[in-house]
């Protein structure tokens, strides 16, 4: 009878084993996690009333604690912007190959209307509408008459001028935003001895050809800029002890943000390295406890007295992380001899 006792009891012993191992793993998860937790709680209760942030109001006075000069990140990455997009745009050098190319185009046209002038069997209306069928050039019905109309000895003149006059204007650089006023100054540069008329008609021949010889570079444009931000030497601050940073009630900068970093007065956020930095300390303090535990087996087979132990610690842990900041008297008093 004894024995079948004593067998009982064994079996009982083993089939609570499984279950003993899964409540104590369960225990120290949850122990790992609470402490981790309460590693954090300071800062997870004062980050939404103490960090700061650019385009809020300054809740105090902050006064520099000791003199300091640094280099300012902010300040120098604000003046390498300003340097940057104080460069103006920069263009490709005039392309030749344009200009000889519109040049081309414009003595085609005027043979052209050569070639129709001195068809003698085309009638006046046959001759308007072969004017008409130019491509490059959309004539007007007074142009197109006044052409047909012209002495042989002034069109020679006119066939004469118009490539010089676009020559002249294509020989420069001429950008996308600077044709239309290379397009009005075409009648200043035909050649003075030329009627009104016949100036009039030369300007008329040779606007449709003035056509953009130098482009935007966004290569050159950003090669410049970087040339003009690599030059910007860093930009220090100094501060002395006790200058005003920034009032109560101002508006707060990055460059502000700076210096209370650089002084100590606010600390950067850095949740992830918090979150790791309190994970390890947990983790090294549940390491102490095994071992503990270890070389006193008799405090984990009494689960009851192991989990009270750890409530008790938690309620008390818990409880100090919430008065002992907020307070200067009650911390003295609070009982931590208790625990």
Known sequence: MRSATILDDSMSTHQRDPQRKIYLIFLGVISVGLAIVALMLPSLTSSASTSLEAGQVAPQEYLAPFTKAFTSEVLTEKTRRDAANAVHPVYTPTDTSISRQQLEKLRSTLAYISNVRADSHASINQQMDDLAALEDVNLSHETALSLLLLTDARWQIIQQEAPTVLERLMSGAIRPQDVENARDSVPSLVSLSLAEDQVVLVAELVTPFIAPNSEYSETLSEAARQGASDTVEPVSRTFIAGQTIVQRGQVLTEEHLEALEQLGLVEPERPLLSWIA??????????????????????????????????????????????????????????????
Do not use: G, W
């Open 278 to 339: 309190a994970s390890a300390l947990a983790l090294l303090m549940a390491a102490f406890v095994v071992l503990y535990l270890i070389r006193e087996p008799e405090l984990v087979n009494d689960l009851r007295a192991l989990t009270l132990i750890l409530v008790l610690f938690f309620l008390f842990l818990y409880a100090a992380r919430f008065v002992i900041p907020a307070h200067t008297v009650i911390p003295y008093a609070f009982p931590v001899a208790a625990f």
